[in-house]
């Protein structure tokens, strides 16, 4: 979907994806490993400063992501389906503890997605390892 394509038809690709989740079985799973395809740099926002983050619109149009935006990028993309788009979407900043470093999180009702590892968790298991730093709740696009 977003290597070396233009603009109209990254753009054309993501409608045609997200049309896709309406009906999915598994659309975290699915919307987690379409994105694994995107290539990454290594900072294009920085999570800690709200004013960085771009629309989705923007950031089809540079094609530039980094993890964090990657996972605002997987947010906005759920907000825009009729499926999801009344569910509640947080994104967490957390430190691993064991490896020390950090991870970003989006929570959307009781599911968790971490891009990192491809894994959706249901909200209710522990996450022991993790200490979260900051919580954004997403605004609605």
């Avoid at 753009?11 to 919307?31: A, C």
């Avoid at 691993?96 to 991870?103: A, D, L, M, Q």
Wanted: aromatic content about 14%; proline content about 4%; glycine content about 2%.
């Amino acid at each position: 979907m977003f290597v070396n394509n233009s603009y109209q038809y990254r753009l054309k690709e993501w409608v045609n994806f997200r049309e896709g989740l309406e009906t999915s079985k598994k659309p975290f799973y699915d919307i987690l490993e379409e994105f694994k395809q995107i290539p990454l740099v290594s900072i294009q926002v920085d999570p800690y400063d709200e004013s960085t983050w771009t629309d989705p619109w923007t950031m089809i149009l540079e094609n530039e992501f980094c993890n964090f935006a990657i996972i605002l990028f997987i947010g906005y993309t759920l907000q825009l389906t009729d499926r999801f788009c009344n569910d509640t979407f947080e994104i967490h900043i957390c430190t691993n503890t064991e490896k020390s470093e950090s991870i970003y999180l989006l929570y959307i009702n009781d599911d968790i997605l971490n891009y990192e590892n491809n894994t959706v968790i249901n909200s209710s298991q522990e996450l022991s390892d993790l200490i979260i730093e900051k919580k954004y709740t997403l605004p609605c696009i």
